[in-house]
Each structure stands twice: as structure tokens, then as C-alpha cells.
């Protein structure tokens, strides 16, 4: 059975404060897997897929990266509007399994 | 800018209703998704459809099922709404093929009171 677990479940940050999200996989035949950030109220919004062992992709102050076994989600220099709840997903097939999220805060 | 629109934000229900969640998307993607989230549980799959007319079962169908009439179109429904079914259900979709990153709705919130 495919699994996903992020770590740690909230964490909170100054301002300018880097810090990795992790994301622990189990999944036969990894087909990619997604970041995604949510905001209070509000539906997933996509980030990342990353596809194999080594990748690695950026935007802005984030940073994605895949082993074989898990991904990390840098932030670098956080501001406050980078507070969000962040979800990494695993795909199965025709479908994604979800982790539990990261929620993130960020104080000025 | 591509769309997924869910017809409502907010619904209060009441135990035993028929409930329709209405779901549409604007970039002609072929697979469309519903999930539920709820604190502490994360997201979890109810049912999907890879097709016009084809459906699928996920993670958590009890209670629920679906209908896609038209490629654009995938409703969820509550057969009879009970209290625990009060949670965010999420509408998504993808293209089902290359980046398969999923688009998602803004959320309905349903309220079974």
C-alpha cells in the first residue's frame, strides 16, 4: 500500500528563516511526485513534480528535491505570505495519494 | 487560465437529503476527481472518472456516488447525507497524460447539520 508522511505536521519560522519540509514515501514504481500549497479555504494549488532520484526544481524561494525515498521542500528566506499548509503526493496509477500536509507559518 | 469551478462554497444540509456537488472544468482534461479533506485525515480519494460516462471507485466511496454526462462535467452525490459527511470536498482534474499534475477547484464545504 502506497504511503506518504510529511514532517514535521506545523512549523513556524521568522521571516527570513530557512528550513526544509520532508516527505517520506512507500510506492511501488514511483510515476512522480507533486507539491502542492494551500491556502485557508482554498483548493491546492500545483508547485512541483519531480520524477526521479537526483531532480531537482525552483521557484522563487522554494526548492524541491527527490531521493529514492523521500523529498525535501526548501524554503529559503521565507516571507509571511509563504505561510500556507504544503501537500506532497505520491502517483498510483490514475491517481495521487496525498500526505497530511505541512502547515507553515512565517512571522514578520 | 485554465479552470476547475465548483458551484458552491458553502452548503448546509440536512441529515437524510440528496446532495449534488457540481463540478466543471474548462481545459477539456480527461480525468476528474473528487476527494474529501478533513483535519487530521489529509486528502482522501471518493471517486474518479478517466472517461465520459466511466467512473471509478477510490479510497472512501461509501455514501457517495457520481455522474459524468458530459466531459466537462462530473458531479458528486449524497445519496443520503448523514453528519459524518460534514467536511471539504475538492473537485480536480488532469489531462491523463504528461505532467499529470492535477488542477483543483476552490472547495465546497458542506455543512450536514
Known amino acids: 500500500e502506497d504511503q506518504v508522511t510529511q514532517s514535521p505536521e506545523a512549523l513556524r519560522l521568522q521571516e527570513g528563516e530557512s528550513s526544509s519540509l520532508n516527505c517520506s514515501y512507500t510506492v511501488s514504481g514511483l510515476r512522480g511526485l507533486f507539491w502542492y500549497r494551500q491556502d485557508p479555504g482554498k483548493g491546492p494549488e500545483f508547485l512541483f513534480t519531480l520524477y526521479s532520484a537526483g531532480e531537482e526544481k525552483e521557484k522563487e524561494r522554494l526548492k524541491a528535491t527527490l531521493t529514492k525515498k523521500e523529498s525535501f521542500l526548501h524554503i529559503t528566506a521565507p516571507k509571511p505570505e509563504d505561510s500556507a499548509t504544503y501537500l506532497c503526493?505520491?502517483?498510483?496509477?490514475?491517481?495521487?495519494?496525498f500526505g497530511k500536509g505541512t502547515m507553515l507559518l512565517v512571522s514578520p | 487560465d485554465v479552470k476547475v469551478t465548483q458551484s458552491s462554497r458553502y452548503l448546509v444540509k440536512r441529515t437524510g437529503e440528496k446532495v449534488f456537488l457540481e463540478c466543471v472544468q474548462d481545459m477539456d482534461h480527461e480525468n476528474m476527481f473528487w476527494y474529501r479533506q478533513d483535519p487530521g485525515l489529509g486528502l482522501r480519494l471518493i471517486y474518479f472518472?478517466?472517461?465520459?460516462?466511466?467512473?471509478e471507485k477510490g479510497d472512501i466511496p461509501e455514501g457517495y456516488s457520481v455522474s459524468r454526462e458530459k466531459k466537462e462535467r462530473f458531479s458528486l452525490i449524497l445519496e443520503s447525507a448523514s453528519t459524518n459527511q460534514t467536511s471539504m470536498y475538492l473537485c480536480a482534474s488532469n489531462i491523463g497524460t504528461g505532467d499529470y499534475g492535477y488542477t483543483f477547484g476552490s472547495g465546497t464545504r458542506l455543512t450536514v447539520v
Open positions: 503526493a505520491v502517483r498510483r496509477d490514475s491517481t495521487l495519494t
Open positions: 472518472s478517466y472517461d465520459v460516462k466511466m467512473k
